[in-house]
């Protein structure tokens, strides 16, 4: 084999295992993103690591789920009554996903956490002034790949219920497209 052609093969064979490695370090990227955007607050950071579209359209489908299994009962039982207030209560919680889950309203929650830490003491040095402690929702969450596009991060939340974090791939770029409390405890 001539000096050229392994040369070329050499180069192709670090391109690929660069692009694996990539991808494979890309979920982890990703919530290392999501962590430092919480930190400093930085929307626009945050919006290069999260769906938000998929996230808006997967997290209204679990609030109309939830709202029908806990209303359904309710509905049946209340006849016409009852079928109105689950119309109304769906929409109204599609429209606070709506509102929520966009850059504007994660900002927003941001800010309250900042203000809530900052009036409660809960900062890094005690005072009132200082930096809020920041949060950081991914600690100690138990990470593992679904499939080469599916990587998931469950943590666990202040009841000690399993909440999942799903991330998936689209190209070589990882992002959080879905938040799912209905999971099952390992």
Do not use: C
């Not at 999501?34 to 609030?63: C, G, S, W, Y």
């Not at 504007?104 to 809020?132: E, F, H, K, N």
């Not at 909440?163 to 938040?179: E, N, S, T």
């Amino acid at each position: 084999m001539n000096k050229p052609l392994k040369t070329l093969l050499l180069v192709l064979a670090l391109a690929m295992v660069l692009v694996v490695g990539l991808v494979a370090a890309g979920p982890y990227l990703a919530i290392n993103g999501i962590r430092k955007a919480i930190e400093t607050q930085d929307v626009a950071a945050l919006e290069q690591h999260v769906d938000f579209p998929a996230l808006r359209v997967n997290m209204k489908a679990h609030v109309e789920d939830y709202i029908a299994r806990q209303g359904g009962a309710l509905a049946e039982s209340g006849g016409l009554l009852g079928a109105i207030g689950m119309q109304l209560a769906g929409g109204l919680g599609g429209a606070a996903v709506d509102a929520m889950v966009t850059p504007l309203g994660i900002g927003a929650l941001l800010q309250g956490r900042s203000m809530w830490m900052r009036g409660t003491g809960q900062t890094v040095d005690g005072d009132t002034y200082g930096t809020p402690r920041p949060a950081d929702p991914l600690k100690d969450a138990k990470l593992r790949y679904e499939s080469t596009s599916r990587f998931t991060a469950t943590v666990a939340d202040e009841n000690g219920q399993p909440v999942m974090v799903v991330f998936q791939r689209d190209g070589l770029r990882w992002r959080l497209v879905d938040v799912r409390f209905d999971v099952p405890a390992p």
